[in-house]
């Protein structure tokens, strides 16, 4: 008789290799981490396009009407026309780019219809900032806005147009701020942005910005003295006036204006 012979025993999960570790868990540790996935590079791209356009539309460096360039645009940034159009299209949707099917994408001219709600919403929005704000401002919130002004001053000195429209922009969000309600002024910048192309355009009109810092000392000093009825009537007037001399810079700026009923 044979003896018997010991049967072989295979490794199972359960059997420890010679560094302690189970067969199991060196299967684990061999088995390949999960991929992370590397950061959406064209949606990035695609939002930078589109910050960079939108500030270049509002601020005229691109005029109502100007071509846009897709391929151009590509190249500048190097990357396919693909976060391009991405970036077109919203801006489309927002009313600033114009597409024309075999003709081009145009920068949108300012469109008229549109500028009274804007004029109202911004209006009904700030009246309620300059109110809270009247009601709490601290001396050294009021001193901040003084601060402003100054910076407004020096813009107009130098004729730095797009200077002086950051310091304005600047003085209102300011408001908001002091009101308790900055989430306000966002909404007011998603409504006026057609605004803010019309009003770039008067400010190198003759004596414009020495108005426009007349009426925010108004607003400042109403608020300084705690006067929220003041606060509200002077920025009235300042909107109000604003929105008066459309018809002049229409006169003055005809291609960058387009009403209904006018030609393509």
Do not use: C
């Not at 901040?144 to 002004?149: D, E, G, M, Q």
């Not at 107009?156 to 200077?163: H, P």
Request: glycine share 4%; proline share 6%; net charge neutral.
């Amino acid at each position: 008789m044979f003896a018997a012979r010991e049967p072989s025993v295979k490794k199972v999960a359960t059997t420890e290799d010679e560094g302690g570790l189970t067969s199991a868990a060196v299967r684990r540790s061999a088995a390949p981490a999960p991929a992370v996935r590397p950061p959406r590079r064209a949606a990035t791209v695609a939002s930078r396009i589109y910050r960079d356009l939108r500030s270049e539309i509002v601020s005229l460096k691109r005029k109502p009407g100007d071509a846009i360039a897709e391929k151009q645009i590509a190249e500048t940034y190097g990357v396919s026309r693909t976060p391009v159009r991405e970036a077109v299209l919203k801006l489309a949707d927002e009313g600033l780019i114009e597409i024309f099917p075999q003709s081009g994408t145009f920068v949108s001219r300012i469109p008229l219809d549109a500028l009274p709600e804007a004029f109202a919403i911004r209006k009904a929005l700030e009246e309620a900032t300059v109110r809270y704000a009247a009601a709490r401002a601290s001396r050294s919130q009021i001193a901040a806005l003084r601060a402003n002004l100054e910076l407004q001053r020096e813009m107009q000195e130098t004729a730095n147009y797009e200077g002086f429209h950051q310091a304005d922009e600047a003085f209102h969000a300011l408001i908001a701020e002091i009101a308790g309600y900055p989430g306000f002024w966002t909404l007011i910048q998603q409504t006026k942005v057609q605004i803010d192309r019309y009003r770039l355009l008067t400010l190198p009109v003759r004596g414009r910005i020495a108005e426009v810092i007349a009426e925010h000392t108004a607003i400042l000093d109403a608020m300084a003295a705690n006067d929220p009825a003041a606060a509200i009537k002077a920025l009235d007037d300042h909107l109000d006036d604003l929105q008066i001399s459309v018809a002049d810079i229409r006169r003055d700026y005809p291609r960058y204006f387009t009403a209904p009923g006018d030609p393509i």
